[in-house]
């Protein structure tokens, strides 16, 4: 797989000989984007960014891939209960637990964050990571979303793909920060995205060494250890990157710092968001939505003029197989056959 | 500064033109290094690695640069309870800084661990990441060796800044993982060892996200986070970069698990030990070292077949001063009037 994901990788620069990001429609996002994009490329010019730091970061819940009806790692956590229960015969009388084995969806959500965590930690802790990574990919590979009936990897944003895709073709590095667990994505992100493992950050649990008969082993301890969401996300790029980004992409208020850390640098910045406005392609959603809500982020964005995309106006296309670019599908259908 | 430091890693490419690893002495530690660059680069050959997946992994004090008579850090920081000192009036009756600001080295040390994570803690913290660096950076610059009268930048083992060049020469990705402090490291390391911030991996203290009227900030708290160290190094390569090291160099016990972990992965692996042997022209120590202890380590690299590098036999030249190589002579004063 690997080896494929290089090839997948090296052949990106096919996809952008033409014009880039063909599933924008024309006007102010889509001149926003190309517009920074030339002034920090153009050597000589007054705001040009040496390769090295060309740092674009991404939100991947609701800004790469959907997040409707709920966050699609809860989709894997509540599998994963079902997948347990006959490990755990006390799930059978304990909530959030019993609520997930009888479908009763409204009961564990009205628990709120707790019982959203008591789940996650429940079902991610206890393997080694290498388990870990087999049974995501197991997941992945197979899982259906229940109103699209497609695989998980298929419900990512064409147009976002291609704005990854551009940015590596003009010398930028592409990081995903999201509040979700880093190895839940880094299982899959690689081939989805082109995005590799140590270009991931996210949230994490401890870990822990252990010299096994069979070698040694790093076991996830069910124990939150780090929330890459909201103020944790600058936490987390100055840990892991160490430098200060110079774009950034979100789409709800867990973004909201992680936009002012990359506004605040000196030169030229960009600062986006995903705002979801379609409800017939995708889903509109923003200041009264559980998850994802866009309402701070969204105020500071009119005010300070960042970019705001506006998901029906500006995106020809919103996911993969509405695509009329065949290169596109041709690469879509080879990460589906890989993954 | 960071244009400098893009010219001097374009220019690592120069410096490798012709015979790599001068400064080793011909012998079988040299010929493993060489023997395993050509066994997972040749490609068609079964132990070919693609080049995403050519990660190397060295720890710093020890391996790197020199760690006697106590961590560099440490160094720092005794430095920094002088210089906090007048804000600090407790300090003048409090234990372990009453003994640092009497240069009593002996009573500091005799307090053991804690007398030093104590200092370290109340000189690390408190300011903001930018500060941070500032400090570390001014300290760096000015900064001599009690024993040598040299810039601490300039303590470091030619042979291996010539490996880190023939590595990443031949498509590695070379990181620092260090029980240093991942900041203090950061301050410095891209222009010394060629390491780009986000391929350092160490030990953190908390940051937190504060809004300021100049702006946000990352303020660090004086609480400790991660010890990068003995089972913490494989912890920390597995959280910062998701795959694991094909090579992995370290001097001590607390690299032991680092070696192991990168010695269990599948294919051709390199674990390699720097031993100071050379009590000449730098220190001979290892299983009684209080700083730099290697016992457990050396008895398994015995015993698995590792690399032992014999710092007497093996280094034609350990420091850069000593160097005859002109291009890494005319390198190295530039990198000096940069910092």
């Given at each position: ?28 996002r ?10 920090v ?17 991404f939100?991947?819940?609701g ?12 989709a ?8 347990l ?29 707790k019982?959203i ?8 802790g206890g ?10 990919s ?34 930028f ?17 690689e ?18 060494y ?63 968001l ?12 923003d ?40 290169v ?8 589906q056959?890989r993954?």
């Amino acid at each position: 797989m690997r080896q494929n994901v290089v090839e997948a990788i090296l052949m990106k620069h096919s996809t952008v000989r033409g014009t880039p990001l063909v599933s924008w429609n024309e006007g102010p996002r889509k001149a926003s984007i190309l517009h920074f994009v030339e002034r920090v490329t153009a050597e000589g010019g007054v705001d040009y960014v040496p390769a090295l730091d060309r740092i674009a970061v991404f939100d991947n819940d609701g800004t790469l891939w959907s997040e409707k009806p709920f966050y699609f790692q809860l989709a894997f956590a509540l599998d994963r209960v079902k997948a347990l229960a006959a490990q755990h015969p006390e799930w059978q009388e304990q909530q959030p637990f019993k609520a997930v084995l009888e479908d009763d969806l409204e009961s564990v959500l009205s628990g709120g964050l707790k019982a959203i965590i008591d789940i996650l930690v429940a079902t991610h802790g206890g393997n080694t990571t290498d388990e870990f990574e087999q049974i995501v990919s197991g997941w992945i590979a197979s899982a259906r979303h229940s109103a699209t009936g497609r695989p998980y990897t298929k419900m990512v944003y064409q147009p976002m793909l291609e704005l990854l895709d551009f940015l590596r073709a003009k010398g930028f590095r592409t990081y995903i920060v999201s509040g979700g667990g880093i190895e839940f994505m880094r299982a899959w992100v690689e081939d989805v995205y082109g995005i590799p493992p140590e270009q991931v950050i996210g949230s994490t649990i401890e870990t822990k060494y252990e010299m096994r008969d069979s070698g040694p082993v790093l076991v996830r301890i069910p124990k939150v250890e780090f929330v890459d969401d909201g103020e944790g996300k600058p936490v987390g790029i100055h840990k892991f990157i160490g430098r200060r980004p110079i774009l950034a992409f979100g789409n709800s208020d867990g973004d909201h710092q992680m936009l002012q850390w990359t506004a605040a640098g000196e030169g030229a910045r960009f600062m986006g968001l995903v705002h979801h406005t379609d409800a017939e392609r995708e889903w509109a959603y923003d200041r009264r939505s559980q998850v994802g809500r866009l309402d701070k982020a969204l105020d500071e964005a009119h005010e300070k003029g960042w970019t705001v995309v506006d998901m029906k106006h500006d995106w020809r296309v919103v996911f993969p197989w509405e695509s009329k670019n065949k290169v596109w599908r041709q690469k879509a259908q080879r990460a589906q056959t890989r993954s």
